[in-house]
């Protein structure tokens, strides 16, 4: 039915294919551009009507029925409705357009993205109860020219400025009007159309204001599952995103986002659906995406350190697949943010188990982490200090009694093998280090206490304590 529709609309636009038509339509958009520049050089709001008047003249003879493809059921394959309607526009008429949409003020076309949004939505609900019915056909055929003109323009909007679409995301995200299942195909063409501008205004669009929407009902998934599909399939897909999640500036995928995306792609055995394989083959992309970043920036830091709360909680859920999924998660934020061990810390007692779980694939896998737990002397200590914090909860846990005692048993004894592991990892500085742990302390323990306890610190991690006592005396005398 749906390439009836298109061949037919092929046809309505095949008047304007003469190259009359392209003419009068460049030398048309030429003279707006210089003219209303001039004219309304401060009020581009009005160029922008003007151009969609300009479109309802020019599309007045157009026909076509796009209303009908956000309203059929099923719905249409994106993929099939994605290009309409510039596919049929001429390219001199669509470059033309574009290039003078893109002297535009951002925030004017942020405005209206809106404003063609609540057009078209109102239009589709006057449509589906019936009011461009019966006595209105003068109206009817009026509002068909507007709507063509408005869908049109809003159409090389978003994919000539995709960034107008990001910045109204929140408003179509929490204002009541915007949501609503009758209003999510026309969302999710205008973010499949600034996706053919800008992949990751694509992706950064789906996973806030899509994303948390999956669990509605099965015809929303597969339209939602449709538009990341679609992006991921870009041949640039990886390299677009991947860098687009490095640069400093919002998350494509935030930490929010990330864990829905976990708990779809690893749900338990007997809440599988269709649709979970559809998941798990984007996935390891969208997880590469959302894992991105500049490594020790203040960003990123914060990033890891909201993972590492989540996928704490879901180790401990007692879901299988997911916990395994979550715990290697949990390991790479303590790998990449160290500081997440102060965070495991206050988080211990209220995830016992998924800590048992990180704990013991960290020993398992320890060779696969360690050079980066222990790449720096701060990095040791820090780690040393929260396995011995944890070593200490385990041993009052266990002392106090409860029906987790081997559990925090368990915890302990990874606790010890992995002090013991951070202990021989750094003999090394018993040699090229121990020069600068000395000079250190001659510089600051007669000064600083502070100081002198940070130092002890760390000379206990690396089993040096012999020679702090040495230096301690000597520095006093």
């Not at 099939?80 to 510039?86: K, Q």
């Amino acid at each position: 039915m749906l390439k009836t529709k298109t061949i037919s609309y092929n046809h309505v636009l095949s008047s304007m294919s003469s190259s009359t038509t392209f003419l009068y339509i460049a030398s048309y958009l030429i003279f707006v551009y210089f003219c209303f520049q001039k004219s309304y050089a401060y009020e581009p709001e009005v160029q922008l009507l003007r151009f969609i008047e300009y479109l309802e003249r020019t599309l007045s003879a157009v026909q076509f029925p796009w209303a009908n493809m956000f309203k059929e059921s099923p719905l249409p394959k994106l993929i099939d409705v994605i290009d309409v309607p510039l596919s049929q526009i001429p390219d001199p008429v669509y470059k033309t357009s574009v290039d003078w949409i893109n002297h535009l003020p951002l925030m004017t076309l942020c405005g209206f993205v809106l404003w063609a949004f609540n057009h078209i939505l109102t239009y589709l609900a006057a449509a589906q109860l019936g009011h461009t019915k019966g006595g209105e056909k003068g109206a009817q055929h009026t509002s068909s020219k507007s709507r063509v003109a408005i869908f049109v323009a809003l159409a090389m909007v978003l994919r000539n400025r995709p960034n107008a679409l990001a910045i109204v995301l929140p408003t179509l995200r929490e204002k009541r009007k915007y949501q609503g299942h009758d209003k999510l195909p026309i969302t999710v063409w205008m973010m499949a159309q600034a996706s053919q501008g800008d992949l990751s205004v694509g992706l950064y669009s789906w996973s806030r204001n899509l994303l948390p929407l999956v669990g509605s009902n099965p015809q929303s998934r597969d339209l939602i599952l449709q538009l990341v599909e679609k992006i991921l399939s870009n041949q640039n897909a990886r390299t677009i995103l991947v860098d687009g999640a490095v640069e400093e500036g919002p998350r494509l995928i935030p930490p929010l986002s990330f864990e829905i995306l976990l708990r779809l792609t690893f749900p338990a055995s007997s809440a599988r659906v269709k649709a979970t394989e559809r998941f798990e083959a984007i996935y390891p992309l969208l997880k590469e995406v959302a894992l991105a970043g500049a490594s020790g920036s203040k960003l990123m830091k914060q990033v890891t350190e909201q993972i590492f709360t989540f996928s704490l909680k879901l180790a401990g859920e007692g879901n299988p697949v997911l916990a395994k999924e979550a715990t290697a998660i949990a390991i790479w934020s303590v790998t990449e943010n160290v500081d997440c061990c102060r965070l495991w810390e206050n988080l211990y007692e209220e995830n016992e188990e998924a800590s048992v779980a990180v704990l013991k694939k960290l020993v398992d896998e320890w060779k696969d982490h360690s050079l980066k737990l222990s790449s720096s002397p701060s990095d040791t200590l820090t780690l040393s200090g929260t396995m011995e914090s944890l070593r200490l909860k385990n041993e009052k846990a266990i002392t106090e009694g409860g029906a987790n005692g081997s559990l925090y048993k368990e915890a302990g004894k990874s606790c010890r093998v992995i002090s013991g592991r951070l202990s021989r990892g750094s003999g090394c500085l018993k040699g090229t280090s121990i020069t600068v742990v000395v000079l250190a302390a001659a510089v600051v323990l007669s000064s600083n206490l502070e100081a002198t306890s940070v130092l002890k610190k760390l000379v206990d991690s690396v089993d040096l304590h012999l020679y702090f006592n040495a230096i301690i005396t000597a520095l006093k005398n």
